[in-house]
Every structure is written in structure tokens, then in C-alpha cells.
């Protein structure tokens, strides 16, 4: 009995520290991460990862004390233009991942979601170990379009796991 005991707890302990929980709040990723969803983030899996473009991943947030999630867009040393018509990369037009497409994800420039000046801007460039992250709801997703800013990879902990 105490050997089972002592296994369940091994066992219950083992798995909570290969990964953690996060419940999305908010819908900044809707329709992949539904308001309320519980994912799962990697823990051990963190060592060694390499961003990707069209990663989710968990962001620590640098203005607070929480973690976000937002999908990589551009990668380091890129430049990131964001237009009606989709997402240029260094000024080649990118195809977005066809779960995506087929979701109907769509990036929108700032100036299409607030028409403030301060957010005119549709061209953003990233420098060594900085990455650009969208939400896939980007009329309502306060990513790196606005104050989030372009991410330094000192701040991302993990890819999101499953089939994002």
C-alpha cells in the first residue's frame, strides 16, 4: 500500500514538472486558443527550444507580472510589414499556415483595428534575438503592434503544446 502511495505521488509530481497549465484570458487568440482554454506549456522541454515562425508560445509579460500567448510572426533581424492584404517578410509576401487560412485568420495592420496616430505604423523591425508576436483575433489581441512591443527572446518560456 505505501508503495502505491508513494508511486501515485512520484508519479503526480513528475508530470507537473515536465509542464504547467495556463488558461487563456482573453480572446487575443481566438479561434486556436478559445477564452478560458487550458493549454499546456512545456517545462523541461524549454531547454534547447528554438523559436519558429507560426510558433504559439508563452510570453512572460514585460510591462506585468503575468504570461501571455500570441503566435510568432517575424524572427530576429527581419523586417515585419503588416498590410490589408497579408504579411511581408522583408518585403517578400508570406503565406500564413493553411489551419490558419482555413480558420480565417487574418493579420491586420494597427491602423485597421485603432485609428490613432500613434498607431500608424505598419512596418516593424526586429534586432538580434527579438521576435514579433500576433494574436490570431488581431482586432482584439494587444500584441506587438502596440504596447507589448517586439519581444526579446529572454522573455519566451516555451511553444504551447498540441495541435495549435
Known sequence: MRKNVFLIITILFSVSAFSREFVQNGSSMEP?????QTVEIGILSSFGYEPSRWDVVAVKNP??????????????????QLEEDGVYIDDEKVKLPEK????????????AVIKRKKYSNSL?????????????NTVNANDSRFELGIIHRSLILNKVEGDL
Not at 32 to 36: E, L
Open 100 to 111: 490558419l487560412i482555413e480558420s480565417g485568420v487574418q493579420y491586420l495592420p494597427a491602423s
Open 63 to 80: 510591462q506585468q507580472f503575468n504570461l501571455l500567448v500570441f503566435r510568432i510572426v517575424g524572427l530576429p533581424n527581419e523586417t515585419i
Open 124 to 136: 516593424y523591425t526586429t534586432g538580434e534575438e527579438e521576435y514579433f508576436l500576433l494574436g490570431d
Open 32 to 36: 486556436t486558443i478559445k477564452a478560458g
